[in-house]
């Protein structure tokens, strides 16, 4: 027994591996066992293990500066140059950019800046923040009220309501829509909630809807088609920001280079980012705002002063030059359509289970994807415990792959963004073994 209290973990479980080294789409455990990484680390793994680069990268920059922060403006030229080179990457119109370590933190951060510029615009009232069921946003206090998933708001007594979140539908067909429902038909009702919501609290106390384009740790849902469209237009009617959680999704993980850009989303406001920013090899994420947002905040700050928000390792150096190296292997490299015609692959072959008694749902786009496991095929019906989903996990695991159970009853498949059609291949075979052993 260790002295380690492990994250997102059920303390009962017995279930320890410990994974001693990586190279490129491979972990190794400390007996030398050899694991297939299908889920990227958590991912965000896109470079793979051991990429010398980023290494050598890293170890340049502690070597020259391994340390200085940015409170007060000081800065240093690898953040800067991150800042540019993202800014112009990002679909957020003259993009602005707070540097933090993780996915929640940035989430955090932009529901700060959110009232910092409602505030400098004289709208204090508008602070609400539309999220929706089943979404992932992170697990900090205030992520965690965005997160739409009930364990992570049990036992912290912390309700849904907290920090003025308001929800609404998840966009999943398969699981929300009425019997005989068509996916238009369930398009239009819940974009409609969307809107009946809006009315009801009114639109001039909500600040943003934010959404990750295509979930991850909620079982990889893909909204059908026309439903971005649908709740852009209300957002935009209503004057509501929409903010876009690519914490999973950017970088090449849906095909292109964002998921906004795979769904059709057009123009972004807010933009959070993490993960595979630096192909996990450092912490960092990114709060993306408007340009002109920032601007309304300069004045703000010209008023209140200070603006009182900053982490010691906001544009940490390390971080930013392994982040900035990250960028240019994945532009020099082409890793984005490297990415996209191997996800193809992996969609379709993904889709070679869709006979298989044990499976209900295939979902994904690019190089995410899930399989959900029903009880009953024709119905849909569910296991009525979550069981299935940790079972078919271990099986993989039994096997040499490492991949994650979501949502219960889906298993996620996410590997690095450089892997092989015939390590894809290995995943297919792999899944298939566990996938027997599961029925
Ligand atoms: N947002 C999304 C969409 C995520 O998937 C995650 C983590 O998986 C987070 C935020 C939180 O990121 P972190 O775990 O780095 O805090």
Redesign the pocket.
Known sequence: MSKIIYPTTNFKATNTLTIERGEGAYVYDSNGNQYLEALAG??CTSLGYNNRELVETASEQMSKLSFSHMFGGKTHQVGIDLAEKLSAMVPVENAKIFFGN????A?DTHIKMLRYYFNAIGKPEKFKIISRERS?????IA?ASLTGLPPNHTHFDLPFEALGVLRTDAPHYYRGALPGETETQFVDRITNNLEQLILKEGANTIAAFIA?PI???SGVIVPPAGYYEKVQAILNKHDILFWA?E??TGFGRTGNDFGCTTMNIQKPDMM?L??QLSSAYMPI?ASVIRGDMYEAMIEQSANVGVFGHGYTYSGHPVACAVALKTLEIYERDNIFGHAAEVGDYMQKRLREFADHPLVGEIRGKGMIGAIEMVANKQTGQAFNNGAVGAFAQQACQTHGMITRSVAGSSLAFCPPLIVTEAQIDEMIEKFGKALGDTL
């Open positions: 958590l991912w993780s996915g929640s933190d989430n992932y946003h992170g697990v900090t992520a990750e979930t991850g740790a959680d914490v999973i959070t993490a993960k994420s």
